[in-house]
């Protein structure tokens, strides 16, 4: 039995004094490739950042297996500091590290001696990718992977990703990336978080059914109410009547 890579409890974040989510409990095993998905500014890059331990949770506990490395590619990554887009993807790195998986990367084509001041967004995206996949790591956080790709790149990214054993734990606005790579659920609706063994396929059916339930939940109690209510009142008119008599 495989123990989990990551292990997060009862976690909880606010923003500008406001739970931004709550009691947040997730365990990543090698192999998942979880999709966290929710409302725009449900909390989603947030808690992928406190995965990554760049931000600290307001309280609960992160637990990251030892021994265990995680990559995290963010919307955008900072190319201000180097000459080149070489010098990006290899900073801090030797070379051999990428030449010893260059063919696996060969259809994310990068200029390496190219400025990155005069290249695409799309070319900067392929080398922020190159960069995250060369890193030693167990883990792979990616935000908005697919964001300046063109399609054969996005292809090469979502068979890379469904072979990788790394754990993965992506967001995408990519219904189509989304429902090829995952093959679990992470929901962040209203400060709860809900995790689901499903494909992102399956999502919008069990939202929505969700809701349902909720509305038809507070349907049943808004009638409880006016039940007891009117039960109220008729009794209080009813001893009232009884003591007139």
């Not at 072979?163 to 995408?172: D, P």
């Not at 090829?180 to 659920?185: A, F, P, T």
């Not at 689901?196 to 809701?211: A, H, M, P």
């Amino acid at each position: 039995m495989d123990y989990p890579i990551i292990t997060l409890s009862n976690l909880s974040l606010k923003f500008d004094n406001k739970n931004l989510f709550h009691n947040i409990n997730l365990s990543i095993l090698k192999g998942d490739r979880v999709c966290l998905v929710g409302r725009n500014g449900s909390g989603k890059s947030s808690l992928l950042k406190i995965i990554y331990g760049s931000l600290v949770q307001e309280t609960g506990d992160r637990f990251l297996k030892p021994g265990s490395n995680i990559a995290f590619l963010r919307q955008s990554d900072d190319f201000s500091k180097f000459e080149t887009l070489g010098d990006f993807v290899l900073n801090g790195l030797k070379k051999v590290d990428y030449l010893k998986q260059e063919n696996i990367f060969s259809q994310l084509s990068v200029d390496f001696d190219k400025n990155p001041k005069n290249a695409s967004g799309g070319e900067l995206r392929r080398a922020s990718l190159i960069r995250t996949f060369i890193l030693p790591s167990d883990v792979l956080l990616l935000d908005e992977p697919t964001n300046h790709l063109d399609i054969e790149a996005i292809e090469f990214l979502e068979q890379y990703l469904l072979e990788t054993r790394k754990a993965i734990v992506l967001i995408s606005h990519d219904r189509l990336f989304l429902e090829k790579v995952g093959n679990k659920l992470l929901w962040l609706d209203r400060g709860s978080a809900q995790k689901i063994n499903k494909t992102f396929r399956y999502f919008e059916d069990f939202r929505d059914k969700s809701y349902a339930r909720e509305v038809d939940s507070a349907q049943k109690l808004k009638n409880k109410i006016k039940r007891e209510a009117l039960w109220a009142i008729e009794g209080i008119s009813a001893r009232r009547k009884r003591n007139q008599k």
